[in-house]
């Protein structure tokens, strides 16, 4: 009798902890994929707005109707979305990584 017990118990707690370990597995590449999808985001606005930025820097006075005040502010704006993309850079590299680890 002693050791049915202990065999249930032994088989509920495996079956528990893959369970949890599965759950586990499956958040982490969905907020890797989110994560890898905020990234490219924000490299396509950067890009876009250093773009804008270099395309207005010789106008003089308005360009297009906005105000060359505008450009400090795009420029600023780019270059200040490299503080949100090298940790997400980071992430990527380190999820590559753990990917490659894995099929070796």
């Known amino acids: ?3 049915t017990i ?14 949890a370990t599965a759950v586990g ?4 590449a969905v907020y890797g994929a989110i994560g890898v999808v ?3 985001m924000l490299l396509i ?9 270099d395309e207005s820097e010789g106008e003089s006075g308005r360009a297009e109707g906005v105000f060359v005040d505008t450009h400090a502010k795009v ?3 780019a270059t200040n979305l490299s503080a949100a993309i090298y940790p997400l850079l980071f992430s990527f590299a ?9 099929v070796l």
């Open 94 to 102: 380190l999820i590559v990584f753990v990917k490659v680890v894995e």
């Open 1 to 3: 009798m002693l050791t």
């Open 25 to 28: 597995v499956s958040q982490a």
């Open 6 to 19: 202990t065999t249930t118990t032994t088989t509920t707690t495996t079956t528990t902890t893959t369970a």
């Open 75 to 77: 420029k600023s704006l």
């Open 45 to 53: 606005a950067k890009e876009l707005l250093s773009a804008y930025g």
């Open 38 to 40: 905020i990234l490219i």
